[in-house]
RNA sequence: CGGGGCGUAGCGCAGCCUGGUAGCGCAUCUGCUUUGGGAGCAGAGGGUCGCAGGUUCAAAUCCUGCCGCCCCGACCA
């Protein structure tokens, strides 16, 4: 992309409006803009975002056995009304009446649209396990909307439902999105732990919070140093084989938000393995049993020919709201460091004196030389001072810089700069090409 | 929903107390100079002062109501 012909509107000046970090970045970044209380647009930059963010939940869940489906933002209320919950969400949902007086609602999440899906194809046991995902927008009237794409009223969720035929099935299905969301983290470079959640009314120890640690994290997170380190499970295990000592390695070490905090547990360990650190939460997955599939009559015949309620978990991912915490855990006083991951663009060109016949030939062949190699490089060919340029491109986040000057074009080296740590190496062209495209 | 605060040019703000021609910086446009960390000079454009009502000869300014937005608390991807 040709900066001079992108829409990549930076500012200076963070608007008064936003408080927190990730919020003012990516206003002056230009990636959102905000229309309304908790309701965002997104614009090119932070669009290119989100949909990278998408795409690695997308493959992580598929890899995972899940199956994508899309519902829609609008749903009946007469699904919520089978289910027990049109009276029960109270006013955080979002009720809409259509020309024929119709009750309609903008779903705050997708239990019972997939509840009905699912009983009107899926009708025996053989068809399980399953488990259908679509990333859709959400919509909740939060009563304080805040902090920019964190905590909005419409926010993009990438929501998975399990079926099975029993409790034990339910927990493999489980543990596969448990695992799944560690490796949806790890790729977005993120250091996440699975603490504790509340399993409300059902009980059981199968309900899982996602925190992300980042210094600027909304609650506080006690946790076995040990379950950092571990880290995600990686690709290549085996999806549908026993994932529970994957999982209890990491369940049994203690993690838990302030809310579920029990200090004696936790005071109880090592002093060298207790860490204490702020989190974000990007994810809940919780099983819940009958709760929908009861009242909605979503059953399958077991393989005893006696139709039996259908056991339903569901997983959830804030990919909206990932945006902001990777920034949260991931900036500097110049800007946003994306992860590679999910760079809007992979490297930046920078010709430092447009219309320079040297610099722009330089700039021309790196631009298309890492085109052609699907870096997807953003060019700054735009007639502004050098630095206008390093300052946006700081800003902005992109993992490469290759700056071109007149300087080094008359020697026949260019600059290149890592946007995470600043190194800079002065290298011909061609070895600098190398560096970024490996 | 309780408490606090703010709405003046795209962004950041001053002006309001004490009513009288709507301002500053950045951004934008034109010209010249400049060109390795958000340039300089000269000029220009851009505003129903959130909305409505009231007081007044006169309202950004005073009064009333409404709307919008932000922050703190209780709840959530």
Redesign the pocket.
Known sequence: MRLSRYFMP????????A?IVSHRLML?AGLIR?E???IYAWLPLGLKVLKKIEQVVREEMDRAGAVEILMPTIQLADLWKESGRYDDYGDEMLRITDRHERELLFGPTAEEVVTDIFRSYVKSYKDLPMNLYNIQWKF?D??????GVM??RE?L?KDAYSFDVDEAAARRSYNRMFLAYLNVYARLGLKAIPVKADPGPIGGDMSH?FMILAETG?SEVFAHRDLVEMGAPGPDIDWFGDLEPEVSRRTSLYAASDEMHDAARFEAMAPDKRMTARGI????IFYFGEKYSAPMGAKVTGPDGKDVNVQMGSY???V??LAAAIIEASHDD?GIVWPASVAPFGAAVLN??VGDAGCDAVCEQAYKALSDAGIDPLYDDRDD????K???T??VGIPWQL?V????VAEGVV?L?RRATGERQTLPLDAALTAIIG
């Open positions: 930076t500012l200076r000046d963070a608007p008064a409006d408080q002056r905000q309304a209380a908790g909740r939060e009563r304080r909307p805040r902090f905590r909005g926010f969720m919070e909304e939460e990007v994810g809940h959830g991912v804030g909206s709201r110049a430092l004196r001072r050098p630095g206008a390093f300052a946006a700081d800003l700056i000057g007149p300087k080094g600059e700069k």
